[in-house]
T-cell receptor, first 111, second 116 residues
Framework: QKEVEQNSGPLSVPEGAIASLNCTYS??????FFWYRQYSGKSPELIMS????GDKEDGRFTAQLNKASQYVSLLIRDSQPSDSATYLC???????????FGAGTQVVVTP | EAGVAQSPRYKIIEKRQSVAFWCNPI?????LYWYQQILGQGPKLLIQ????????DSQLPKDRFSAERLKGVDSTLKIQPAKLEDSAVYLC??????????????FGSGTRLTVV
């Protein structure tokens, strides 16, 4: 069983719409969760972090965490073509900061 | 703040040859990670250093991969001999740890390795 699972996509979203990305994790000891954006041929870029249950908003991005369900999500509001990328979900557990990454969800925003 | 520096950006080698990658983390970041990202997959941790000590190398193929972090700053990852399946992007990242929390990594630009 993969420790962090994501739908691979592609997720096709019309420009201006909301993109909804989901992620589940298996390690109940995970304490911190992250969303990274990765453009083709580039390295991952941290866009959101969330540590406690509930929602966290940053600009057009909202991360949601439900530890009981072991579920993390990312909403991208008013999607733009520049949001077209692969979004990686990562979970951190333990004291040494090891991150487990999912395989990523490809998002394609169509004009 | 300068980012994580990696070199080279690209490398093409023949199978059974050796290759080395270099990483310089963000100043003051005690924790350094090497990840392998195969096309279409998420990054997979190869090795994690805390200062110059190894804290996790459970997924490092030790028969062919080695890594060191002298003086707790720069790090080098080596592959010898390379196999075709080692073709991937090798990402270096660094972070500041505080207690049990991780405030996220900063990745370098990566080294794209092609083994032919």
């Amino acid at each position: 069983q993969k420790e962090v699972e994501q739908n691979s996509g592609p997720l096709s979203v019309p420009e201006g719409a909301i993109a909804s990305l989901n992620c589940t994790y298996s390690d109940r000891g995970s304490q911190s969760f992250f969303w990274y954006r990765q453009y083709s041929g580039k390295s991952p870029e941290l866009i959101m972090s969330i540590y406690s249950n509930g929602d966290k908003e940053d600009g057009r991005f909202t991360a949601q965490l439900n530890k009981a369900s072991q579920y993390v999500s990312l909403l991208i509001r008013d999607s733009q073509p520049s949001d077209s990328a692969t979004y990686l979900c990562a979970a951190h557990g333990g004291s040494w900061g090891k991150l487990q990454f999912g395989a990523g969800t490809q998002v394609v925003v169509t004009p | 703040e300068a980012g994580v520096a990696q070199s080279p950006r690209y490398k093409i080698i023949e199978k059974r040859q050796s290759v080395a990658f270099w990483c310089n983390p963000i100043s003051g970041h005690a924790t350094l990670y090497w990840y392998q990202q195969i096309l279409g997959q998420g990054p997979k941790l190869l090795i994690q250093f805390q200062n110059n000590g190894v804290v996790d190398d459970s997924q490092l193929p030790k028969d062919r991969f080695s890594a060191e972090r002298l003086k707790g700053v720069d790090s080098t990852l080596k592959i010898q001999p390379a196999k075709l399946e080692d073709s991937a992007v090798y990402l270096c990242a660094s972070s500041v740890l505080q207690g049990a929390a991780n405030y996220g990594y900063t990745f370098g630009s990566g080294t794209r390795l092609t083994v032919v």
